[in-house]
């Protein structure tokens, strides 16, 4: 089945506790992404892939960082998390840019 | 379920009933506009999308329109079901760009 696999689905943490969530899809898409959803906010980008090793910032890249090692995975990386990042986060994949995207079950992050 | 949707305008329609769920978008230059619903607990589901080459296009039960004169994309749901309680939101993007701007979103809830 066509998916993408997000994990934790719920994370609680305490400020500053290093943290990472994962992100995999398997349908061979070259362009993923992050994003935040606040609410009575619009989904927010947060960083961008276009393929392996291409990573660029979003909307709101502050106190995130991301990875694209392989062309699957593309975790999103907290250093040093602050109440502020508490949200609901989703990760997406699609073929190329500017094509549908589809997403991921999201990860609720709650930070103490 | 997710509170993303606390603040959201909300349309009540009665199960049978057609529902119209309105976008304004931000950009004149928008040409690519998607509908998505995200149900509780659920990632963003794309639903049916359009250029801005058109004026409306229907797929099953759902149909879009476009009025790119005053910016404004609805979705029309036939025959709405319970299964169709949930948030809609619109996205637009500009010439296969990697960015999409993602609306608030709209709480449908289906009464018996």
Request: with cysteine; aromatic share 10%.
């Amino acid at each position: 089945e066509a998916q993408v696999t997000q994990n934790p689905r719920y994370l609680i943490t305490v400020t500053g506790k290093k943290l990472t969530v994962t992100c995999s899809q398997n349908m061979n898409h070259e362009y993923m992404s992050w994003y935040r959803q606040d609410p009575g906010l619009g989904l927010r980008q947060i960083y961008y892939s276009m393929n392996v090793e291409v990573t660029d910032k979003g909307d709101v890249p502050e106190g995130y960082k991301v990875s694209r090692k392989e062309k699957r995975n593309f975790p999103l990386i907290l250093e040093s998390p602050s109440p502020n990042q508490t949200s609901l986060y989703f990760c997406a994949s699609s073929p190329r840019q500017g094509n549908i995207q589809y997403f991921g079950a999201g990860t609720r992050l709650s930070v103490l | 379920g997710e509170s993303v949707g606390l603040h959201l305008p909300t349309l009540s329609v009665q199960e049978g009933d057609n529902s119209i769920i309105n976008c304004a978008y931000s950009n004149s230059a928008s040409d690519y506009f998607i509908w998505y619903k995200q149900e509780s607990g659920k990632g963003p589901q794309f639903i049916i999308d359009i250029r801005s080459n058109m004026d409306k296009r229907q797929g099953q039960r759902v149909t879009v329109l476009l009025n790119k004169t005053v910016k404004h994309l609805s979705l029309q749901i036939a025959a709405t079901q319970p299964g169709d309680s949930a948030v809609y939101f619109c996205a637009e993007n500009i010439n296969y760009g990697q960015n999409f701007v993602f609306g608030p979103g709209t709480r449908l809830s289906v009464l018996p």
